[in-house]
């Protein structure tokens, strides 16, 4: 991997201050309102409360933000030029990716990082294991977001692919079950969008496979059901890309 250009990437998006906001401290934000001022924040569920579960759920909407933006900018980047650009240096493409990859997971870090903070600090109660476990599984499981960016910055063309992108997963995590939990019918759909994995998997070291619903009743949440789910979004997601970058090369 490229160490120069990875630091210049990574400094020219922590200069983008308006970019964080919706990346770093709107979700951390959002914790602080919804994991922390409900009368139900200190309910347990699992092997730890509420607000813990909170905090998990608005971690992964961070995360998957910030791994989307980045990943459908490098893709438009390619599009409009850049990588005609980086053909003219010793850069191989493998290095390029390995940059926008590595780039991806350390951006996501910083919400899932600041959130897990001010969840320490505050309500969010969990044994020791259950913080270390959920935030690398956040952490890892971000990059299916990788995929997603980079289906929308190949199909736009345009830096709105960002934007676009951004907003629709504010509608997946209502979907999906990360902001209040469902039950009923919109808990059988959640369970068809690519947030409810994502989340699902990452709260499993604290409910154990048993989440609840919006009056606190228990609801079951099988570990297969979240890896079958972020199994099949990659592997969607994955061939969209594909499909998206060969069409691409059609037109030249």
Known sequence: MNATMY???????????????????????????????????????????????????????????ATASVSSMAAVEKIQGWGRQLALTPMKQGTYVAVKTALAMTVATIPISLIYLVGFLLDSEAPG???????????????????????????FSSEAASSISGGIIVILAFLGNVFIPL??????????????????????????????????????????????????WTVIFAGVCIYLVKRGRQRF
């Not at 201050?17 to 401290?25: C, D, G, N, P, T």
């Not at 994502?198 to 409910?207: D, G, K």
């Open 7 to 65: 630091r210049i990437e990574f400094a020219r998006i922590l200069r983008d201050y308006s970019s964080l906001f919706f990346i770093v401290a709107l979700p951390a934000f959002m914790y602080i309102i919804f994991g922390t001022t409900l009368t139900s924040a200190e309910a347990r569920v699992g092997n730890g409360n509420v607000a813990m579960s909170t905090m998990i759920g608005l971690s992964a909407y961070g995360a998957a933000t």
């Open 129 to 155: 294991r259950t913080w270390l476990v959920s935030g690398l599984l956040l952490a890892a499981g971000s990059m299916i977001f990788a995929l997603y960016g980079l289906a929308f910055g190949l199909y």
């Open 183 to 232: 039950s009923g019918t919109l808990l059988t759909f959640a369970k068809l969008t690519p947030m409810y994995g994502y989340v699902s998997l990452a709260r499993y070291p604290l409910l154990e496979g048993t989440g609840y619903g919006p009056s606190g009743d228990p609801v079951a949440e099988p570990l297969w059901q979240a890896l079958l789910n972020v199994s099949a």
